[in-house]
């Protein structure tokens, strides 16, 4: 089986977050990465990638999405990053797809910080969705806690308040974690639900993460926004 869907999911969950992305060489292979105003985003590829090592491209996650919609199960990727563009193919012993697509000013991204857990929840992805889609009128702002062995979920709109506790959450650490953070950012990173059954959302002191992880290793990182609703 080839790692082209892979990367399609890949880019699909990057352009619902960020306009462009970094590739380069991380300490797990072909890494994309972007850093924005309170929001980290990266895609690790698990499963090995054929690309040129050492390079470094900015591309827009648009473009990419756009070019892999039509990538399958059967189909691998080659990557090479020149200076001005990136040249991918995907191919299969029959047939080879190639593209080239115009870089972007870059600037390497080092790995997210290591930081000190608060709490680690481990949940299933679709849960977690259905949670979100519950308190999708209730405001861009949510209020993520952790207490009595559940998870609470809070959003305030100008017209609505609401909130949903689950307990079908695993919790490690402390409880008591509070934060406030863009809903609608962790929506659309959720719309790549297919690439884990699972979900790890790790709490820092002023920070939220959250791992999707196969093949494909996809990791969000928001900073709160503080204040309480």
Do not use: W
């Amino acid at each position: 089986m080839g790692n082209a869907r892979h990367v399609k999911r890949a880019f699909e969950c990057l352009r619902d977050v960020v306009h462009e992305v970094t590739l380069q060489h991380g300490r797990d292979g072909l890494v994309a990465r972007a850093n924005g105003e309170g929001v980290r985003v990266q895609a690790a590829f698990l499963r090995p990638l054929e690309y040129e090592k050492g390079g470094l491209a900015a591309v827009a996650t648009d473009t990419m999405a756009r070019l892999l919609r039509t990538a399958t199960n059967e189909q691998k990727v080659r990557l090479e990053i020149g200076e001005k563009q990136v040249r991918f193919e995907m191919y299969t012993e029959q047939r080879t797809t190639r593209y080239l697509v115009p870089t972007i000013d870059a600037e390497a991204t080092g790995d997210l910080d290591e930081l000190e857990r608060l709490c680690v929840l481990t949940l299933r992805t679709e849960h977690m969705r259905s949670l979100l889609r519950d308190l999708r009128h209730a405001g861009d702002r949510m209020a993520v806690e952790v207490a009595h062995g559940a998870l609470l979920l809070v959003g305030r709109a100008d017209n609505a308040y609401g909130e949903v506790v689950s307990k079908e959450v695993h919790i490690e650490g402390e409880e008591g974690c509070y934060g406030v953070y863009s809903s609608g950012v962790l929506s659309h990173f959720l719309k790549s639900q297919h690439v884990s059954n699972d979900l790890t959302i790790v709490l820092y002191g002023s920070r939220l993460r959250m791992v999707l992880e196969s093949d494909l290793r996809l990791t969000l990182e928001l900073d709160e926004l503080g204040g309480h609703l």
